[in-house]
């Protein structure tokens, strides 16, 4: 999945989500490997929110269908002009797969995302569009729920919810984005509707959170029983008096650090190995178990960055007591002394 994702970087936008969809198992119908105007495919006149998302966008590509031709092993190649005015007259069965390419520098915001993919959406009145959106060197993965209109008379399909899987980074990829993607290709499906049906599964937000509090219950369990917590350090007979408790402390701040992390609050480098041994702590070594355990006044990590970042800046008032501006909050000096009242 790795060599595949880094084709966004390095190829051009139709051969990499060619190259995803067949990494996929997905087998698709190929349209046209060159750009073709947004307003081309759109049947409908542009609304303003989507005329200043389409100002960020540099190329759009039609980059096939699916249907059970193509999942069959019977693909072809399809004419454009042809596939959206029979889509746009509920003539055509199959999914559509379009990509889209952003102007250096541009980025998307969610809400932004959500008016592009209903866009795409409406070139098809009852078909449903899986959506690539290349920024950068981030890929965003993008669909939209489709439903019957309740009044009868109305044709086509009522869009729904969006579903966005954002921030992959090509270079980079997070093991939680890999695993996604991979879910998506875990097995073949005989119509173009299971596999559109699974391709929202796996986007589903609800599914997503079962699975992560499923796993970290798991991992919950399974630490209790091997971790160690020394209480008195001359003694090993309480060593796991506390894993319960304290398992629960160490997986709030995983995650309260995790978010500050991902949320790019707090710079990368307080986390990064290489650099803190280059920058701030001569020789240091996280996995010295001497100093970690049996020498706390020689763990210069914590004294210098834990203590400050969480001690000094996040669990510190913005505006100190008696005082009109808000520098309060910020890295402490030498042989400041920090008070016993402050925990976190």
Not at 42 to 56: E, F, G, N, R, S
Not at 145 to 170: F, M
Not at 224 to 230: D, G
Not at 256 to 277: A, S
Request: with cysteine.
């Amino acid at each position: 999945m790795n060599t595949v994702l880094k084709k966004f970087v390095n190829e051009s936008l139709f051969d990499a989500s060619a190259a995803l969809l067949e990494h996929l198992h997905i087998v698709f119908n190929e349209v046209t490997r060159m750009p073709v105007p947004f307003v081309s495919l759109y049947p409908q006149q542009l609304t303003k929110a989507l005329q200043d998302v389409l100002v960020k966008v540099e190329n759009t590509y039609f980059i096939g269908t699916v249907d059970e031709s193509s999942l069959s092993g019977h693909a072809g190649t399809l004419d454009a002009a042809d596939v959206t005015g029979r889509a746009s007259e509920g003539k055509y069965t199959g999914m559509m797969v379009f990509a889209v390419e952003l102007h250096p520098g541009s980025t998307l915001t969610r809400s932004e995302s959500a008016i592009l993919t209903r866009g795409f959406n409406r070139i098809a009145s009852a078909q449903p569009v899986i959506l690539f959106i290349k920024q950068g060197d981030e890929l965003a993965l993008s669909t939209c729920e489709r439903s019957e209109y309740t009044q009868q008379w109305r044709d086509g399909e009522k869009l729904g919810k969006v579903s966005i899987l954002r921030g992959i980074n090509c270079l980079n990829p997070h093991r939680g984005h890999i695993d996604i993607l991979a879910s998506i290709g875990d097995k073949t499906y005989p119509n173009y509707e299971e596999l559109y049906k699974h391709w929202m599964e796996v986007f589903s937000s609800d599914l997503l959170t079962k699975k992560f509090y499923s796993e970290l219950s798991d991992w919950y369990a399974w630490a209790v029983q091997v971790a160690r917590f020394p209480n008195d350090l001359t003694t090993d007979t309480d060593d796991d008096k506390f894993n319960h408790e304290s398992c629960i402390r160490l997986i709030t701040r995983l995650i309260f650090v995790w978010f500050l992390k991902q949320k790019h609050l707090i710079p990368e480098e307080f986390f990064d190995e290489r650099y803190i041994k280059e920058h701030f702590i001569d020789e240091f070594n996280p996995h010295d178990r001497r100093n970690l355990l049996y020498n706390p006044e020689e763990s210069k990590y914590y004294r210098l960055i834990l203590q400050n970042l969480f001690f000094a800046m996040l669990n510190c008032p913005i505006v100190a007591e008696g005082k009109d501006t808000p520098n309060n909050r910020r890295f402490r000096g030498d042989g400041q002394i920090w008070g016993t009242e402050r925990s976190v």
